[in-house]
């Protein structure tokens, strides 16, 4: 079993910046790791994702302003996350899975959540 902490999720101004972090710890065979987001009344959607080699997928919404890392040694994933705009308001959770494909097609492995609120 993997288990994901999240933090880093706040209330910020839009334009702002914030940061978010995710622990893994259990059974460390994955090599992706990534962020999903939900905002209320629409579907969870992928963000970004990381594999162990720095192979980056981003969104189409969030290019050019997030930035998702990596510390392979202490199993974190980070996403950096500049120009906020209101419609970036959700819940984002961490996930983690064997590969790219796997963690855009459905994880297993999910974090708690952490609520980013971004005020116009």
């Known amino acids: 079993q993997v288990q994901l902490v999240e933090s880093g999720g706040n209330l910020v101004q839009a334009g702002g910046s914030l940061r978010l972090s995710c622990t893994a710890s259990g059974s460390l065979f994955i090599n992706a790791m990534g962020w999903y987001r939900q905002a209320p009344g629409k579907q969870r959607e992928l963000v970004a994702a990381i594999s162990s080699g720095g192979t980056t997928n981003y969104a189409d919404s969030v290019k050019g302003r997030f930035t998702i890392s990596r510390d392979n040694a202490k199993n974190t994933v980070f996403l950096q996350m500049s120009s906020l705009k209101p419609e970036d308001t959700a819940v984002y959770y961490c996930?983690?899975?064997?590969?790219?494909?796997?963690?855009?097609?459905?994880?297993?492995?999910w974090g708690q959540g952490t609520q980013v609120t971004v005020s116009s």
């Open positions: 996930a983690a899975d064997w590969s790219i494909l796997r963690l855009r097609v459905g994880p297993d492995y």
